[in-house]
């Protein structure tokens, strides 16, 4: 496959932009993004680049990720991490990153829509 230097560039370009949108992309197709990650992957390393691995797919069951829970309780992702770090929320790092348990994002979620379950 020859892509030169500026085809080079550009999948490299492609393949970080993949990386920065990689929640998002996740979240709604896990296999076409592995898929597209891994093709552009390929590109870069026929030209002699080098490339990070491509992120997981998902959290262990019955943990969420840090942005699972933003969005569920309408906030930023700093704003979980910093009660991340302020002790008020349970969370465990796992392969770098913060996990927090789902049943606990799903009860604040429940809390902050004032659906108290009943």
Excluded: F
């Excluded at 080079?8 to 920065?20: G, K, Q, S």
């Excluded at 998002?24 to 597209?36: F, I, N, Q, T």
């Excluded at 691995?53 to 990720?65: E, K, Y």
């Amino acid at each position: 496959m020859e892509l030169g230097r500026r085809g080079a560039a550009l999948v490299l370009l492609a393949v970080e932009a993949l990386r920065v949108q990689r929640h998002r992309l996740l979240a709604a197709a896990p296999d076409d993004y592995r898929e597209l990650y891994e093709d552009c992957a390929r590109c870069v390393r026929a030209t002699g680049g080098r490339v990070s691995p491509p992120a997981r797919a998902d959290a262990p069951a019955g943990l969420v990720t840090v942005q699972e829970a933003a969005s569920a309780w309408g906030c930023s992702a700093q704003a979980v991490r910093k009660r991340i770090a302020a002790g008020t929320v349970p969370a465990r790092r796992y392969g770098g990153r913060w996990l927090l348990p789902t049943d606990q994002v799903q009860a604040e979620a429940r809390r902050r829509n004032g659906d108290d379950g009943a």
